[in-house]
């Protein structure tokens, strides 16, 4: 018995050795591998020196690499190689290196969202997708509902210039959410807002390059309990997240579709109606609209504040941007998107913007999906490389790059001092914050028509209001100064913001949005001037009426009647913000009422009005006039539609039934 334990016991010993060897051996060959791999491959661009096993990794800043890219390029070169563990990975920290090599060759990465999918059919099936929604023609139908986002930022900065930071952001998630899904932003802290921008944080932040462990690089990492590996925990999280902002907005859009509500030009809406056709199921229609809804939102707010952050630190650019302004339309009118091109100091301003502050200043990666011979080096299959737009826009081409300098683009459309040889280049692109290539961003035809300083009727901040420092100091500075993450973004910063006359205010204070509330839930809309179909589509999803569009293109306030969505349309410039809640202080029984308060109350101050009363067998209007021909524009457009609805009118007297 004691004989035969032993053996079992001596039989166990020699299989637990033979583990352990086996163990070891497994973890030195793993050693040995994962050393070899992290060897710099001859004749690879040079850099840093790397260790054994981790290459670069130690070296690796957690935040703005690109600083510390920029950096190396003046040590090692325009074109540096890195190993980050058994990773090689290249910069490229000069444009003519982008060009040669992104712009001409094969690319990849991987994953679902258009960033990270393979190139292949798949991704030339998105973007193709992305092209088709995003070309230039149906980008500019989009300009009213843009125009419309921005009087309302016009309004804000007005009232509450304090919080300046939260309207910039408003504004570009709005036209993005408008765009894309026909829906809005009205407020900063409007559900639909603070979920992205919650969501486009955390994705920022954990798809720089060195937030995280580099999982990718040595696998064994995954098998970690998650007590060991909180970046997993993060990652599941923030996915949770997009899923549930990406569908719930999906959902939105797809109802309104199936009731007929959606505006027809929203990106989204046109993709449902081709679902059957494009082949694309819910997964990836739901992270194509939130792929273009991120890339758009985060983008144009970081660069519009960067331009504000611009226009205060250099007075006399502003100065000439305002002088360049009003000599074409004064203090009576601000600039229309169709004045831009005229606005030469203006243009290059913005274009000077997003070389001075580039927005994804470390670039988009790529990889090479086969080994390549560039310049003498080595790059082996599966090389990543990015395009540092922020040493690309800061080097020796450039005359004081560190300087905010409009007037470089005024010289040649690549801001350069290089002779004419070199700036008649046709593949040089002004500036690679859009990235380079087959991914260069698909929407900066919307992001350039968002960071246009212009507004409904022009408004623009340049016209409309002066930007003046409010302290002695303001950190401009990238270290310090910016926010990290893949997309960086001023910090707040002191600021005054306040129009520049009286007349200017005025244009204004007359075509605002003027946020008037119901209860404890905010009425979102309301305006403005030079309205179009486009707009009008939009307003009408969130009122849940399609009436809004009858009204022609005259500059409008609306509000709620009721907690049911009914809606009045007033044109009143000379209210200003007298305006009431209808459900909240009168009682509304009936057209005949609405009309009576109408007549009673504003007479003397509406120029003309209009209100949608929902009954339970038609729809009724009441209009009031002083001008006999808007209330016919008003029936004309009813009668094409062929609405069943009764209109009540009144000029200057007593009201009149019409029946279309």
């Known amino acids: 018995m004691a004989a035969s334990l032993q053996y079992d016991i001596s039989r166990v010993s020699r299989l637990l050795a033979l583990l352990s060897l086996a163990a070891g051996g497994l973890m030195l060959y793993t050693i040995i591998k994962y050393a070899l791999q992290s060897r710099r491959p001859s004749k690879f661009p040079p850099g840093p020196r790397a260790l054994p096993i981790v290459g670069n990794l130690h070296l690796l800043s957690q935040t703005k690499a690109f600083l510390q890219f920029s950096e190396w390029g003046r040590k090692y070169g325009t074109i540096i190689g ?53 070309n230039i023609k149906a980008v500019d139908r989009l300009l009213p509902i843009q125009n419309a986002e921005a009087m309302q930022m016009m309004h804000q900065l007005l009232h509450s210039p304090d919080d300046w930071y939260d309207h910039v952001r408003r504004y570009s998630t709005s036209v993005i959410l408008a765009s894309v899904f026909g829906l809005r932003g009205p407020t900063f802290e409007h559900p639909r807002v603070e979920a992205l921008y919650h969501v486009q944080d955390q994705l920022t932040r954990i798809a720089e390059l060195g937030a995280t462990p580099p999982v990718d690089v040595f696998p064994i990492l995954q098998y970690l309990p998650d007590f060991l590996s909180p970046w997993r925990t993060w990652a599941r999280n923030i996915r949770k997240e997009h899923r549930a902002l990406y569908f719930g907005l999906l959902r939105e859009t797809q109802e309104l579709v199936a009731e007929k509500k959606a505006p027809e030009d929203a990106f989204m809406v046109r993709l449902l109606k081709e679902q059957d056709t494009s082949g694309f199921d819910d997964e990836h229609m739901a992270y194509i609209g939130g792929t273009l809804m991120e890339a758009g939102s985060d983008t144009t707010a970081s660069t519009l504040l960067s331009f504000i952050l611009a226009m205060a630190l250099f007075p006399e650019s502003l100065a000439k941007c305002q002088a360049e302004v009003d000599s074409i339309c004064g203090a009576g009118r601000s600039p229309t998107f169709n004045d831009f091109e005229s606005l030469t100091y203006l243009k290059a301003a913005m274009t000077e913007t997003l070389r001075w502050r580039p927005v994804a200043a470390g670039g988009i990666p790529h990889a090479l999906t086969q080994d390549d011979y560039y310049e003498g080096y080595y790059l082996p299959k599966g090389t990543i490389l990015f395009a540092n737009a922020w040493a690309i826009h800061r080097s020796s081409d450039y005359d004081a790059p560190d300087q905010f300098y409009p007037e470089r683009f005024l010289n040649n459309k690549f801001g ?95 075509c605002a949005m003027l946020p008037l509330e119901h209860g404890a839930v905010p009425n979102q809309l309301i305006g403005p001037g030079a309205m179009s179909t486009a707009l009008f589509q939009v307003l009408a999803v969130e009122y849940d009426t399609r009436a809004v569009e009858f009204l022609l293109g005259l500059p409008s306030i609306l509000f709620n009647v009721s907690p049911r969505k009914r809606f009045t349309a007033l044109h009143a410039p000379e209210l200003g913000m007298l305006m009431y809640n209808f459900y909240d202080e009168f009682e509304i029984d009936g057209p005949g009422d609405v009309y009576d308060l109408l007549l009673r109350k504003w007479n003397s101050k509406v120029e003309f009005a209009a209100c949608e009363i929902r009954g339970y067998t038609a729809l009724h209007w009441v209009c009031l006039a002083r001008d006999l021909s808007l209330i016919e524009r008003l029936l004309s457009a009813i009668i094409q539609v062929g609405a069943d609805v009764n209109i009540m009118t009144g000029f200057l007297g007593s009201p009149v039934w019409k029946q279309p």
């Open 416 to 510: 350069t001092v290089k002779d004419a040889a070199l700036n008649s280049e046709d593949k040089r692109r002004p500036i690679y914050g859009f990235g380079a290539g087959r991914r260069v961003c698909p929407g900066q035809r919307l992001a350039e028509n968002s960071l246009v300083p212009s507004s409904p009727q022009g408004q623009n901040r340049v016209w409309a209001f002066d930007m003046r420092p409010a302290a002695e100091d303001i950190d401009d500075s990238m270290e310090t100064g910016y926010t990290g993450g893949f997309l960086v973004a001023p910090k707040k910063f002191p600021v005054r913001i306040t129009p520049r006359s009286a007349d200017r205010e005025a244009v204004i204070q007359n």
């Open 82 to 134: 890195l190993k980050l563990g058994p990773q090689n990975v290249v910069i490229l920290n000069d444009y003519k290196h982008v060009q040669d090599h992104i712009a001409n060759d094969i690319m990849f990465t991987n994953d679902t969202h258009i960033l990270f999918v393979p190139y292949g059919d798949s991704w030339r099936k998105l973007r193709k997708t992305l092209q088709g929604l995003l």
